[in-house]
């Protein structure tokens, strides 16, 4: 399994459907549908996406997920951390303190400060850490923006229209059309 | 698991007891009991460092290992890679092809190009191994080796001169007592 898995991809996805939505919560299962990802493994990703204040619940027949914050402040790191939790990229198992020459126990210069190993490790991981904290959920709509032609966005607000009324088969609301989204 | 595995933890402990071995080869068994871990599983790890031309297998009754070129030419990086192999830090799953308003399939502009959540992460990924690729297993010799006192070098050539003469008990050879190393 890849260290940044499966779940930041569907939330990330499902999330950049929500630029540009402010005032129009999304249902998970919405979400879900729309990128094409299993509802049931989507539903358990929002309550983490929530829990980080990225996304707020608004409850209620036409309540879902909407973002608590503007798109550029939300950081792929946060998204990441919000979804995978405490993961570093390496465990040090303190390997130093092991060796047969130390007889009853290692001295003090061996173990004292970090494992220069873990120390590179640590390096590695605040370089990641930082290439995904400069980049946000803003950046990444506008670059799906640039490349979405105007019809594509049309085709969207009148999905979401059907879906809120589906016993008509119909749009129940034209207020959802807004022209062209960030995504 | 850490994406950054134990196998390599173990690797590069023990790679540094092989800096300042030139010429005088240590078992993958020597190595595991120094560095205090398994040598069935150390022994699996060696071959891919080989294979890598980190280090230089030695046959007969005084073979092993030793580092197949300068300790400062082998970075991290090549460590890493040659025991892990290819272990991509996010693995795309083309996501942004599946949405439903597609249709039967996504048009050219969806899927041109690398995807834009993908690209966030393979840039996160470069910074990582930037990070990997500047640090080298001499550096981090260097660092081990002014922690440590004389003492315990000296320790370490009786250690080895005793291992390889277990039926005497005592040292076989005092050409190995070559007195600090950089470790």
Known sequence: MAHITVSVEYGIHSLLW???QEGKPLSSRKLAELSGVSPTFLAKIFPKLEKAGIVCAAEG????YELAKAPQDI???EIVDAIEGEKP???CQEIRARCPLFGKGPPAWATSGTCAVHAVML????SMREALKSQSLGDVAQAFGRKAPSEFWAAFQTWLAHEDDPRSGKPASTQRSKGRRAR
Chains 1, 2 share one sequence.
Do not use: I, M
Not at 61 to 64: L, M, N
């Open 18 to 20: 929500l630029v540009g």
């Open 61 to 64: 027949v036409r309540g879902g």
């Open 75 to 77: 950081s792929f790191l």
């Open 89 to 91: 990229l390496f465990d």
């Open 123 to 126: 390096r590695a991981e605040k």
